[in-house]
């Protein structure tokens, strides 16, 4: 592993690993979306999870990061993975970035049995700055999945992180007030 040295000079540093590569989604601001391939693909799930399994068993790490792109994009693949990762019954914090578009209820139930900080980029609560961003074709359904699933996250006590982008061209007081008024009403 390339940042075994590193990581052994400083226990606290967590270790970040790619299983996937690459994002299906077009959203305008992101750096994905000017690379040449679009799609996602991945190591199957036996590979990734001895890839993790050797890690937690070779540094012993307090925190392991996923930091592909789109982590999970494939509803099968990511409870697979998820389960066998349960399995191992690691003493470790899990950090990722995916998209709240992608969770249902039943996959946040697999990651609150783990110690998983989820990391979601909503980018705006408002149907106009999600269609401007590209974020989704369909903002209604975003927007009614996103509330359904940070409620359900928080009555699962699942840490999640939500990452927002205010001053895109396009954004106005009122898409703003938007996002404002959407986060008031999920406290």
């Not at 999970?72 to 066998?84: A, M």
């Not at 996959?107 to 590209?134: A, P, V, Y």
């Not at 009555?155 to 895109?168: V, W």
Request: hydrophobic residues 35%.
């Amino acid at each position: 592993y390339p940042y075994t040295r590193i990581y052994k000079q400083n226990k606290s540093m967590d270790f970040p690993i790619n299983l996937s590569r690459e994002c299906p989604f077009s959203c305008i601001y992101c750096m994905e979306s000017s690379k040449s391939q679009t799609g996602w693909r991945s190591y199957s799930v036996a590979k990734s999870i001895k890839e993790v399994a050797k890690i937690a068993s070779v540094l012993r790490p307090k925190q392991i990061s996923f930091v592909e792109p789109c982590f999970g994009f494939s509803k099968k693949w990511r409870r697979e993975f998820l389960r066998e990762l349960i399995a191992l019954k690691m003493d470790c914090l899990f950090w990722a970035n995916t998209r709240i578009d992608l969770m249902e209820k039943s996959d946040i139930d697999l990651f609150s049995k783990l110690n998983f900080q989820l990391e979601f980029g909503i980018e705006s609560f408002s149907e106009k700055m999600l269609t401007i961003m590209k974020k989704t074709n369909n903002p209604k359904f975003y927007l009614k999945n996103s509330y359904s699933i940070i409620k359900y996250a928080s009555e699962k006590e699942q840490l999640i992180s939500l990452n927002f982008m205010f001053n895109h061209p396009g954004e106005t007081k009122a898409t703003i007030r938007e996002t404002l008024d959407f986060l008031r009403r999920i406290n």
